[in-house]
């Protein structure tokens, strides 16, 4: 029988809407949906560093023009952060330097979240990218059900590149309800054959409109027989909007969580999340 513990690790004061995090050697990588910088958080002496993800950055960018970047992976010296498509200012996907963390290459996603709305029968409106992996032969991209139809979507994406020529699986996830309202994907993280992902509860019907948080759960999805083969809540206050590996044993696996705050406080939530018996 599985069991959970959720606590808070600590609080990185600078990074504000955290929307996704990478963890390597007491090093956390994160990005903020209102902001265009990559923050870069040493946990061994506290230090923060900003690093601009364009020529002008700013990290209270107005709703309407952000990029609205939701989502982070990296593979080998690569990451790879990626804005929601749920608006045409959001269509972006940047490939950053692991080591120095510049931008290598800005890739326009148009056309892909235009072929991935097609597949899996999503209205632009419903659209919202929270989640990617890549694990160098693979994409997972994961659109989050809070829009009316609650498509929570996974998007398996295979070839030489994602401009023109790739090949799309779909796979839709009923995910579970928090008091009546539909869980919706908003991150994931693969560790070995399995991938974990946070879903969370939030009293809208709207893809760009802020609701009421009503909290989140963390699952697992076997990427053999691509079902979910386990899901728990976590917590019925927090939007939980980003998870990486923290620690793995034979006894537990550890993630580190992030939440978005949905305000302009440039401040964030660091959980750790213990599960044991899985």
């Known amino acids: 029988m599985e069991k959970i513990q959720f606590s808070l690790l600590l609080k990185i004061i600078g990074l504000g809407s955290a929307s996704g995090l990478i963890y390597h050697d007491n090093t956390i990588v994160g990005i903020g949906d209102n902001s265009t910088y990559l923050y870069e958080y040493h946990m061994d002496d506290h230090k923060l560093e900003k690093h601009p993800l364009a020529v002008i950055s700013q990290e209270a960018t107005p709703k309407e023009f952000k990029s609205d970047f939701e989502a982070i992976t990296q593979y080998?010296?690569?990451?790879?952060?990626?804005?929601?498509?749920?608006?045409?200012?959001r269509n972006k996907m940047l490939?950053?330097?692991?080591?120095?963390?510049?931008?290598?290459?800005?890739?326009?996603?148009s056309d892909l979240y235009f072929s991935l709305q097609s597949f899996g029968e999503i209205k632009p409106e419903d659209f919202n990218i929270e989640g990617a992996i890549y694990n160098g032969n693979t994409w997972y991209l994961f659109n989050?059900?809070?829009g009316k139809t609650n498509q929570n979507v996974l998007f398996t994406v295979d070839g030489k590149n994602?401009?023109?020529e790739y090949r799309v699986v779909v796979n839709n996830y009923k995910l579970p309800k928090i008091k009546g309202v539909r869980t919706s994907f908003t991150d994931?993280?693969?560790v070995e054959?399995?991938?974990?992902?946070?879903?969370?509860a939030e009293d809208t019907?709207?893809?760009?409109e802020d609701g009421e948080i009503l909290g989140s759960v963390i699952g697992r999805i076997d990427l053999k027989t691509m079902k979910i083969d386990f899901t728990k809540q976590i917590t019925d206050t927090h939007k939980l909007e980003g998870?990486?590996?923290?620690?793995?044993?034979?006894?537990?696996i550890e993630f580190l969580l992030c939440e978005d705050n949905d305000t302009e406080v440039l401040e964030s939530n660091i959980y750790k999340l213990k599960i044991l018996g899985l």
């Open 76 to 89: 080998q010296d690569s990451i790879y952060i990626f804005g929601s498509g749920s608006t045409e200012k």
């Open 205 to 208: 019907a709207s893809t760009y």
């Open 144 to 146: 989050r059900g809070n």
């Open 95 to 109: 490939k950053v330097d692991a080591k120095t963390k510049k931008v290598i290459s800005t890739t326009d996603l």
């Open 243 to 252: 998870i990486t590996l923290y620690h793995k044993s034979d006894e537990a």
């Open 193 to 200: 054959d399995k991938i974990y992902f946070l879903a969370t």
């Open 162 to 164: 994602l401009t023109n």
């Open 188 to 190: 994931a993280v693969l």
